[in-house]
Antibody
Framework: EVQLVESGGSSVQPGGSLRLSCAAS????????MHWVRQAPGKGLVWVSR????????GHADAVKGRFTISRDNARNILYLQMSSLRVEDTGRYYC??????????WGQGVMVTVAS | SYVLTQPPSVSVAPGETASITCGGD??????VHWLQQKPGQAPVLVVY???DRASGIPERFSGSSSENAATLLISRVEAGDEADYFC???????????FGGGTKVTVL
């Protein structure tokens, strides 16, 4: 059974930093691209970042480029999102998501990030 | 950047068919995927590559795509189908993943 379990969510002040983690199990983690997708309270889904299977290539939405970094540890089956210079508009639930041929086929339950003073 | 446009809401009576559109420039050239999100839950993939049903999804869910719009149909709608539905594509030109704004399906 595919499982994606996020951790690291918290409340932080604007300008602060946070690192999210996602522990993956039940599939060959090193074979899949992975993503982070966020959702502000009561709003829609917004793609944040993606990383290819071996970690050699990443992509980020314009809204987070230069502030967020996605990475992975294939030996430990963990996906990360390092977030810095956090803004109020970064508030939301962050989902760890598996990619299969551009479709986002498995989602974690998400972790909440609140940026407020 | 690539934009996907969905109607904010669709209302349908039980047993009828709900139709949710997803508009985008030349969307017919891209595989379109559909996600269902019920309140308080993570999204679930329901249809991928325009018209393939994900594992465990009832046959009542079907998808199609044309030049500038993709459509998700939910036939014989049930109360349990009430949810937000999002379309999603990968824009190869920009290497960005894009979601539509979401459509809230209400069963009357």
């Amino acid at each position: 059974e595919v499982q994606l379990v996020e951790s690291g969510g918290s409340s932080v002040q604007p300008g602060g930093s946070l690192r999210l983690s996602c522990a993956a199990s039940g599939f060959t983690f090193y074979s899949h691209w992975m993503h982070w997708v966020r959702q502000a309270p009561g709003k829609g889904l917004v793609w944040v970042s993606r990383i290819n299977a071996d970690g050699s290539s990443t992509g980020h939405a314009d809204a987070v480029k230069g502030r967020f970094t996605i990475s992975r540890d294939n030996a430990r089956n963990i996906l990360y999102l390092q977030m810095s210079s956090l803004r109020v508009e970064d508030t939301g639930r962050y989902y760890c998501v598996r990619d299969l041929a551009t479709r986002l086929d498995y989602w974690g339950q998400g972790v909440m990030v609140t940026v407020a003073s | 950047s690539y934009v996907l446009t969905q109607p904010p809401s669709v209302s349908v009576a039980p047993g009828e068919t709900a139709s949710i559109t997803c508009g985008g420039d030349k969307i017919g050239t891209k595989p379109v995927h559909w996600l269902q999100q019920k309140p308080g839950q993570a999204p679930v993939l329901v249809v991928y590559d325009d018209d393939d049903r994900a594992s465990g999804i009832p046959e009542r869910f079907s998808g199609s795509s044309s030049e500038n719009a993709a459509t998700l149909l939910i036939s014989r709608v049930e109360a349990g189908d009430e949810a937000d539905y999002f379309c999603q594509v990968w824009d190869v030109t920009t290497d960005l993943y894009v979601f539509g704004g979401g459509t809230k399906v209400t069963v009357l």
